[in-house]
Nanobody
């Protein structure tokens, strides 16, 4: 059994910062690629940032220079540091993890964490 748990969302004022965490737990797996997605009310889910097993990163244009994705392989955890937050960053943020378990690759989603940017 694999579980994905997110944390760190909340309410923040414009210009503020938040850090999201995503931890994978269970047994007999290795983590490949990881990513953060978000879905605003009435919009489609979109990729915010991704990080490969080798540490290469990519970002949506809308968050470049403001958000930083990272991972701690020893802790099976991924982070998203969000700075200079804007109202348009308001969304539910989801963690997506690609795992290899017993030779099979699968994608797992977290339950989502709400980020609200408002004064």
């Amino acid at each position: 059994q694999v579980q994905i748990a997110e944390s760190g969302g909340g309410l923040v004022q414009p210009g503020g910062s938040l850090r999201l965490s995503c931890a994978a737990s269970g047994s007999s797996f290795s983590i490949l690629n990881m990513g953060w997605y978000r879905q605003a009310l009435g919009k489609q889910r979109e990729l915010v940032a991704g990080i490969t097993s080798g540490g290469s990163t990519n970002y949506a244009d809308s968050v470049k220079g403001r958000f930083t994705i990272s991972r701690d392989n020893d802790k099976n955890t991924m982070y998203l540091q969000m700075n200079s937050l804007k109202s348009e960053d308001t969304a539910v943020y989801y963690c997506n993890v690609e795992l290899r378990r017993y030779g099979v690759r699968n994608y797992y989603w977290g339950q989502g964490t709400q980020v609200t940017v408002s004064s």
